[in-house]
T-cell receptor, first 111, second 113 residues
């Protein structure tokens, strides 16, 4: 079973709009990570937020973490066509030996 | 640095054939992983390794074997390929994932006919 589940499964927006994706997870985490996957490519790490952090920024990305609700959100501001990709949340399993991924959110940004 | 390199990038196999996928990383990472990704789904962990000479089963290990004879290499073997193993395979590596991210290869697209 997957550790994280993203919501929505797909999101279509206009260029310039903000995109918000959510991730819910099942067990206690040490950190939560967000990755991007362009079509036909490998995953690229975007940002990592630790369990004792509530919010983190990186350029146009803003990640929040609510450990009481076991949820995280990724906000991409002022989206661009180049942001079109699938976005995954992931976290180490309880033992910290392996990283488990959710099924992803497919984002389409229309120019 | 090359990062994580997967070989080959594409392969077509006939049912029952065997093959080995090679993953090489030059970042001196202890941890390495093999995932498979099927259409519309996320990544499912096949096997992983926490160090040279060690391997462990992930979520979907059946039909696959792995070896980690050298720290920089992680091999995924299919002894008798089946159509259900048609997928895109990704290798990744990391330091212990408790506080670090994983680095991914570009993937191997495998078709079993």
């Amino acid at each position: 079973s997957q550790q994280g589940e993203e919501d929505p499964q797909a999101l279509s927006i206009q260029e310039g709009e903000n995109a918000t994706m959510n991730c819910s997870y099942k067990t206690s985490i040490n950190n939560l990570q967000w990755y991007r996957q362009n079509s036909g490519r490998g995953l690229v790490h975007l940002i990592l937020i630790r369990s004792n952090e509530r919010e983190k920024h990186s350029g146009r990305l803003r990640v929040t973490l609510d450990t009481s609700k076991k949820s995280s959100s990724l906000l991409i501001t002022a989206s661009r066509a180049a942001d079109t990709a699938s976005y995954f949340c992931a976290s180490p399993n309880t033992g910290g030996f392996k990283t488990i991924f959710g099924a992803g959110t497919r984002l389409f940004v229309k120019a | 640095n090359a990062g994580v390199t997967q070989t080959p990038k594409f392969r077509v196999l006939k049912t029952g054939q065997s093959m080995t996928l090679l993953c090489a990383q030059d970042m001196n990472h202890e941890y390495m992983y093999w995932y498979r990704q099927d259409p519309g789904m996320g990544l499912r962990l096949i096997h992983y390794s926490v160090g040279e000479g060690t391997t462990a089963k992930g979520e979907v290990p059946d039909g696959y074997n792995v070896s980690r004879l050298k720290k920089q290499n992680f091999l995924l073997g299919l002894e008798s390929a089946a159509p259900s193993q048609t997928s895109v395979y990704f290798c990744a590596s990391s330091y212990p994932p408790r506080n670090t991210e994983a680095f991914f290869g570009q993937g191997t697209r495998l078709t079993v006919v």
